[in-house]
């Protein structure tokens, strides 16, 4: 399985890349939204774990423009924890939603 994370925490996006390597998936990172849109529409991928405050493109944005081409399934991990925040992220496309800080 290949997983796309866009993340802009470094230390975060490489333990993410790190555990899920060592469970025996393929993992390509991306560390701001401009360059995760341009992986996720050009690359194959099984699942999209994304950021929702990144720069460049913030998760949103990078969602919406990936939702015109892919049904890829999305996973959004934030540090926005609202219910208003949550909702706004499903409504926009994403399958799921986990907020940080979270157990590996």
């Known amino acids: ?4 994370v866009i993340e802009d925490e ?3 996006a490489e333990y993410l890349r790190k555990g899920l390597t060592e469970e025996g998936f393929v993992v390509d ?3 701001n939204g401009v360059d995760g849109l341009h992986l996720a529409v050009e ?5 999209i774990v994304l950021d929702r405050m990144l720069p460049g493109i913030d998760g949103l ?3 919406a423009a990936l939702r015109q081409s892919r049904q890829t ?3 959004m991990l934030t540090a926005l924890s609202r219910v208003e925040d949550r909702v706004s992220g ?3 496309g994403a399958d ?3 907020v940080k800080p979270f157990a590996f």
Request: hydrophobic content about 50%; glycine content about 8%.
């Open 1 to 4: 399985m290949k997983i796309l």
């Open 96 to 98: 799921d939603y986990l």
């Open 73 to 75: 399934p999305v996973l």
């Open 90 to 92: 499903l409504q926009s």
């Open 43 to 47: 690359g194959k991928y099984d699942v």
């Open 29 to 31: 990172v991306a560390n």
């Open 61 to 63: 944005g990078v969602l």
């Open 10 to 12: 470094i230390k975060l």
